[in-house]
């Protein structure tokens, strides 16, 4: 890992210690069973990129909670902070997104001491809770085609189970 502080997101800057399909993002790595990677508990950095099924909603907000940083990009909203802290969460505001499968491209790195990366969702301001497994995915949902005559329709579900290819991608560098 480099001198500087934040380290800069980079998938090729430092050495790459593994990569893996994991099935969601809220991990800590405080205990030897959860090492993802050679890397092992301080100084390193995951890159994890994927899809996220976001649920029918009216309103909906996130919160990233890591130590030290993390960013998670849903589409073109981004959120998190990347600085040397303790486990914190960032809090959106209200985010315009829509429910169907979206984009996530996500950042954590540890320099030191304890760990923690989670993300959380407060659909229709029912409260926060952990986003669960199943709304990750390494591929987009199948989408339906349908033509008629003189238009053709394309439709992503907004939910769907996939049991054959779940999680995101993670790709770890460090020391």
Not at 81 to 88: A, L
Request: aromatic share 12%; glycine share 10%.
């Amino acid at each position: 890992f480099p001198v500087t502080i934040p380290p800069v997101k980079s998938d090729t800057a430092y050495e790459q210690c593994g990569q893996e399909t994991v099935p969601f993002i809220n991990v800590t790595f405080d205990w030897e069973q959860n090492l993802f990677g050679a890397c092992g508990w301080d100084q390193f950095m995951i890159h994890y990129t994927g899809y996220i099924q976001i649920p029918e909603h009216q309103t909906i907000q996130f919160f990233v909670a890591s130590d030290d940083g993390g960013t998670v990009k849903i589409g073109t909203e981004e959120f998190g902070v990347w600085q040397d802290q303790g486990c914190s969460a960032t809090v959106t505001e209200l985010v315009d997104v829509s429910a169907g499968t979206k984009v996530l491209d996500a950042w954590f790195y540890e320099n030191g001491g304890g760990t923690c990366f989670m993300l959380a969702w407060n659909v229709d301001n029912t409260g926060y809770t952990i986003v669960p497994p199943e709304a990750f995915t390494s591929q987009p949902s199948a989408a339906t085609t349908t033509t008629s005559s003189s238009t053709t329709t394309t439709e992503i579900p907004v939910s769907t189970t996939t049991t054959s290819v779940t999680g995101v991608s993670a790709i770890v560098t460090g020391k």
